[in-house]
């Protein structure tokens, strides 16, 4: 009879400790869900091979890596090459690690992340140097406080972009919170968006200040 009782008492013990540790694997699977997912949270590592322009990477073998989060100015724009070779600088023949919003891009070889090398922010640096505008879109949002802030300092010292004489300006401006660009009301591009989606801005400062990105075409 006792040993009855011992055998039971063991069978008992071990299904508590299988139970508890079920537990405490169901409750850090859950944290991990509610910090926004594992998937969001591991690293990629790539070899960077040169600078396209000012927000675009080539990385080996044969990938593209765009900047999440900011637009450096196109060819037809100041400073296009100015962003490029700093760009080039900040990345040729290095190992970035690439950080995302959500899930890993099924491609591997077109990516849109936020890239670092060691603890250093590219994207970041870019706009506090006046080479990028900060660009945020409803997917590209992680690192967004950070560079408004740093777009504010390069604001603040007119580096770079700032520095340029203002365009014309006028009484309202459309922004597209989908790709994260304002436009003047008169620019064809405004017409091609969703109504439903359309946000009506006073002043570009208010665009900037809300992480939207001058439309290439109409230059507001």
Not at 194 to 217: K, M, V, W, Y
């Amino acid at each position: 009879m006792e040993a009855d009782k011992k055998s039971v008492v063991v069978r008992l013990s071990i299904v508590l400790t299988l139970f508890l540790s079920s537990g405490a694997y169901l409750a850090w699977a859950l944290m991990g869900d509610a910090s926004g997912g594992h998937n969001s949270d591991r690293p990629r590592n790539i070899d960077a091979k040169r600078a396209i322009n000012g927000h675009t990477v080539k990385f080996k073998p044969d990938g593209k890596l765009t900047y999440a989060g900011i637009r450096a100015p196109y060819e037809d724009e100041s400073f296009f090459e100015e962003a490029k070779a700093r760009n080039d600088e900040l990345v040729h023949g290095k190992e970035l690690r690439l950080r995302f919003d959500g899930d890993p891009p099924e491609r591997e070889d077109r990516v849109v992340a936020w890239a670092f090398d060691g603890d250093t922010l590219l994207n970041e640096v870019l706009v506090r140097e006046g080479l990028a505008y900060v660009r945020l879109t409803a997917k590209q949002q992680r690192f967004g406080d950070r560079l408004l802030e740093a777009q504010l300092d390069a604001q603040s010292a007119r580096r770079g972009l700032w520095g340029l004489e203002p365009p014309p300006l006028e009484s309202q401006y459309s922004a597209d919170p989908k790709y994260g660009n304002f436009h003047r009301p008169s620019c064809d591009e405004v017409r091609k968006i969703n109504q439903t989606r359309i946000i009506s801005l006073e002043s570009r400062e208010d665009a900037f200040h809300r992480g939207f990105a001058p439309c290439d075409r109409c230059r507001p």
